[in-house]
């Protein structure tokens, strides 16, 4: 909330933008006893946290004081079942120590478990690509209705096959051998907009075809039952906007692996104290210098989107991932 309101003012005029800096550098001496509110969010880390009243309430001043419409901003997601405490500062020197040291020693066993989770992950997924025959790696995507997760919008896959036939170099020859973007006709009246951007025409990787969901349910399946392993960024949500069509992944016993949780482990090896689950913009821009800052794209440009973040993981260059999804 802090950064998107700064930059907001900040395009106003460097005044304006000064202002509400200034604003909210002092909020905490400026409001004495101020209660935060110490919560686990979806990262399962605890953050410095204020409640929805509160956030409304600092909107409000600042839209007053400054003559502003300030954006919204959505909030975060809180782990189920995850702790909660609220903890009140009177000032500068008690709000950074609350941030810097005691949330510090709260985080540490969560992000030693992480890490090690993660390791344990990495280890499945170099078993897996230590291949010795063809395996077939199906990555996908899915969108639903933003307003009611029971309507899928589209569902997206690309199944990439390895073979070590024939290899020279450590790596095994890699070749998509498919690329989906499936359109659910039953719902083509419902247009994401508040939450998430409406991309389902910008597949960029090929043409998009419009079934029914009964047709794309089975389209997919095929798909998942030709594979051996399954691939998403991260671990929310696409399991269950699927199982809402009638696609339970777990029934066919795939292994299914995780971008966000590879670069986990990636980046555990180079700072061991900190954890933070990266976006797939994050890793497009890392590994492929793609600069789009929005990738919600139509479901079968971000499944693509994850295989070429994979790939690179597993140490294939920029110019091969690129050959490898053109093929």
Not at 115 to 130: G, I, K, P, R, T
Not at 276 to 295: A, P
Request: hydrophobic fraction near 35%; charge should be negative.
């Amino acid at each position: 909330m802090r950064k998107k309101w700064i930059d907001f003012a900040m395009k106003k005029s460097d005044e304006t933008g000064r202002k509400v800096l200034t604003y909210l550098n002092m909020f905490v001496p400026n409001s004495g006893g101020f209660s935060f509110t110490i919560t686990q969010l979806y990262d399962e880390l605890f953050h410095v946290c204020v409640t929805t009243e509160q956030y409304l309430k600092i909107k409000r001043e600042l839209e007053e004081e400054f003559d502003l419409e300030l954006p919204v901003v959505r909030e975060q997601g809180l782990l189920s079942g995850g702790a909660r405490q609220e903890e009140r500062v009177r000032n500068n020197t008690e709000f950074s120590r609350l941030r810097e040291e005691d949330l510090v020693e709260m985080n540490k066993p969560i992000i030693k478990r992480k890490h090690e989770e993660a390791q344990d992950h990495f280890a499945l997924v170099e078993n897996a690509f230590s291949i010795q025959d063809q395996k077939d790696f199906l990555a996908f995507d899915s969108k639903a209705y933003e307003h009611d997760y029971s309507k899928v919008l589209e569902i997206g896959y690309v199944i990439v096959r390895f073979s070590r036939h024939g290899t020279e170099g450590n790596l095994p020859k890699a070749k998509v051998i498919n690329r989906k973007h499936l359109i659910i006709e039953e719902n083509l009246h419902l247009k994401n907009k508040d939450n998430v951007p409406d991309n389902g025409d910008e597949f960029k990787f090929g043409v998009s075809e419009t079934l029914s969901q009964e047709d794309a349910v089975e389209r997919f399946r095929e798909g998942v039952r030709g594979s051996d392993y399954l691939l998403q960024h991260s671990v929310k949500h696409d399991d269950a906007y699927l199982r809402n069509i009638g696609v339970d992944l777990s029934v066919r016993g795939n292994e299914m692996f995780y971008t966000q949780v590879v670069q986990t482990y990636k980046g555990s090896l180079i700072e061991s104290e900190k954890y933070f689950m990266c976006s797939l913009s994050f890793l497009m821009g890392k590994y492929l210098g793609y600069q789009e800052r929005n990738l919600q794209n139509a479901a079968g440009s971000k499944a693509i989107y994850t295989m070429m973040a994979f790939l690179r993981q597993m140490g294939y260059s920029a110019e091969e991932v690129k050959t490898i999804i053109a093929s």
